[in-house]
């Protein structure tokens, strides 16, 4: 870390270390993987994705990898309960806004 966070702010993006800079040409899911780090490293903040947009990035890829790569189901099941407690805390600050609105509007 502390090797890697000056080169950053300069723009330089870390190398994978060996093997992993070799595997990642034949590795669908590692290539994957040093796509989406690379674009959380962008320099400009404004250029990086959210955590969503790496989130929908890797289910797509990870539908693409060939069959009997990894556990796909795994991985589905914990991007559905991500994705519903994300649901899950919209809709309480939903709630939260509309009482606090309607106790506001109560008040003389």
Do not use: W
Request: charged content about 45%; hydrophobic content about 30%.
């Amino acid at each position: 870390q502390d090797e890697v966070r000056p080169k950053v702010a300069k723009g330089e993006l870390p190398k994978l270390p060996p093997p992993y800079d070799k595997i990642t040409l034949k590795d669908p899911a590692l290539n994957a993987l040093k796509d989406a780090m690379y674009k959380c490293l962008r320099l400009n903040p404004e250029d990086r994705p959210s955590a969503g947009e790496i989130a929908e990035e890797l289910a797509e890829a990870l539908g693409n990898l060939p069959e009997g790569f990894g556990d796909k189901n795994k991985f589905k099941e914990e991007i559905e309960k991500f994705d519903r407690k994300k649901d899950k805390k919209e809709k309480d600050k939903k709630k939260k806004d509309m009482h606090g609105s309607k106790i506001a509007a109560s008040k003389p």
